[in-house]
C-alpha cells in the first residue's frame, strides 16, 4: 500500500511570506502528526491530529497551525516566516496513535527560508 | 526540549561488527521506540518496547529496557553497510499523549 505522503518536498520562501504543507496518510490511519527536524534543535513535536481533532500541541509559536480533514489528510501551515524556520517538516501517520503502535513517517518537506 | 540523550553521538564500526547505542530519557513513559533515519530523509519506525517489558527482539535488533535507570539500549548485531544511519530513541508522554520526544541521535557509520 502507499507510504505517508508530503508534498512539496523542497520549498524555497522568503521571509515574512507564509507555506502550507500537504501531508496525505497511509489508507486508513486517522492519526497524523507533524514534526520539526533542524540541526540545532532536532526533532521536535508539532502538533497531532485525530479525527479531524487537534489531540496534542507542541512548544511551537501560533504562527505555526494545521488541520486534518474528513479524509485523514492533514496540512499544516506557517505564516510570517523566518530564517529559524528553515527545516525538514515531517508528517507521521498511524492508525490509532503512534506511542502504542509506531509511526509511519512520510519523507518530508524541506524548507529553505531566505 | 529533548527528553533522551544518546550515547555515542556517532559510532564507526567495520561491516560484521555489533553495534551499540544508548539512550536515557527523564520522565516516566508508557512505550519506548527506535527510529532509524537515513541522511536527510524520512524515518523508518524499528521496534516498540512497553515500560512492563526488559527486552525485546526482531531480526538482528535487539532492544532493552531499564525503567528504573529511564535507559534502553539498541544493539544491531552482524552490521551490513545499509545500516549506516542515525539512529533515535522516542518516547511518549504517558498515556493518551501522542506527543513524541526525540532524543539526540546516535550517527552509525558501517565501514564495508
Known amino acids: 500500500k502507499a507510504g505517508v505522503t508530503q508534498t512539496p518536498r523542497y520549498l524555497i520562501k522568503t521571509r515574512g511570506q507564509q507555506v502550507t504543507l500537504s501531508c496525505s496518510p497511509i489508507s486508513g490511519h486517522r492519526s497524523v502528526s507533524w514534526y520539526q527536524q533542524t540541526p540545532g534543535q532536532g526533532l521536535q513535536f508539532l502538533f497531532e491530529?485525530?479525527?479531524?481533532?487537534?489531540?496534542n500541541k507542541g512548544n511551537f509559536p501560533g504562527r505555526f497551525s494545521g488541520r486534518q480533514f474528513s479524509n485523514s489528510r492533514s496540512e499544516m501551515n506557517v505564516s510570517t516566516l523566518e530564517l529559524g524556520d528553515s527545516a525538514l517538516y515531517l508528517c507521521?501517520?498511524?492508525?490509532?496513535?503512534?506511542?502504542?503502535?509506531?509511526?509511519?513517517f512520510g519523507s518530508g518537506t524541506r524548507l529553505t527560508v531566505v | 526540549s529533548q527528553q533522551g540523550e544518546e550515547d555515542p553521538q556517532a559510532l564507526s564500526i567495520q561491516e560484521g561488527e555489533n553495534a551499540t547505542m544508548n539512550c536515557s530519557y527523564k520522565?516516566?513513559?508508557?512505550?519506548l521506540q527506535w527510529y532509524r533515519q537515513n541522511s536527510g530523509r524520512g524515518l523508518v519506525h524499528l521496534i516498540l518496547i512497553r515500560s512492563n517489558e526488559r527486552e525485546k527482539h526482531s531480526g538482528r535488533l535487539r532492544v532493552t529496557l531499564d525503567t528504573s535507570k529511564k535507559s534502553s539500549s539498541l544493539l544491531i548485531t552482524a552490521s551490513r553497510a545499509a545500516d549506516t544511519a542515525s539512529y533515535f530513541c522516542?518516547?511518549?508522554?504517558?498515556?493518551?499523549?501522542?506527543?513524541?520526544?526525540f532524543g539526540t541521535g546516535t550517527r552509525l557509520t558501517i565501514i564495508p
Open positions: 520522565t516516566s513513559i508508557n512505550n
Open positions: 522516542a518516547t511518549d508522554g504517558g498515556f493518551g499523549n501522542e506527543k513524541l520526544t
Open positions: 491530529y485525530f479525527s479531524e481533532t487537534q489531540r
Open positions: 507521521a501517520s498511524s492508525l490509532w496513535g503512534g506511542t502504542n503502535y509506531g509511526y509511519t
